[in-house]
Nanobody, 115 residues
Framework: QVQVVESGGGLVQPGGSLRLSCTAS????????MSWYRQAPGKQRELVAR???????MYADSVKGRFTISRDNAKNMAYLQMNSLKPEDTAVYYC?????????WGQGTQVTVSS
């Protein structure tokens, strides 16, 4: 069973930065795709960024140029560097790991952007 755990959330002022980390443990095999999603109060969960095993990436239009996703394949970890944060980035951020057709979600980490 794969367990996914996020960390690094918190309170930051507009224009600030945060770095989220995601660890997928319990897998003998590499995680194929690691993704970050977010869900703001009263809104649907949305894809923020995704990275494949060979480091192919995609981003939501709303975060392009501000967020960067990366990963460490040897450790089955993914990161989300978030710069120039805006109040509208406030949400619970979730990590999703896809492996061999199965999907695993973390419990989420709160990111609040406020002055």
């Amino acid at each position: 069973q794969v367990q996914v755990v996020e960390s690094g959330g918190g309170l930051v002022q507009p224009g600030g930065s945060l770095r989220l980390s995601c660890t997928a443990s319990g897998s003998r095999f590499s995680i194929n795709v690691m993704s970050w999603y977010r869900q703001a109060p009263g809104k649907q969960r949305e894809l923020v960024a995704r990275i494949t095993t060979d480091y192919g990436t995609m981003y939501a239009d709303s975060v392009k140029g501000r967020f960067t996703i990366s990963r460490d394949n040897a450790k089955n970890m993914a990161y989300l560097q978030m710069n120039s944060l805006k109040p509208e980035d406030t949400a619970v951020y979730y990590c999703k790991a896809d492996r061999l057709g199965d999907t695993y979600w973390g419990q989420g980490t709160q990111v609040t952007v406020s002055s």
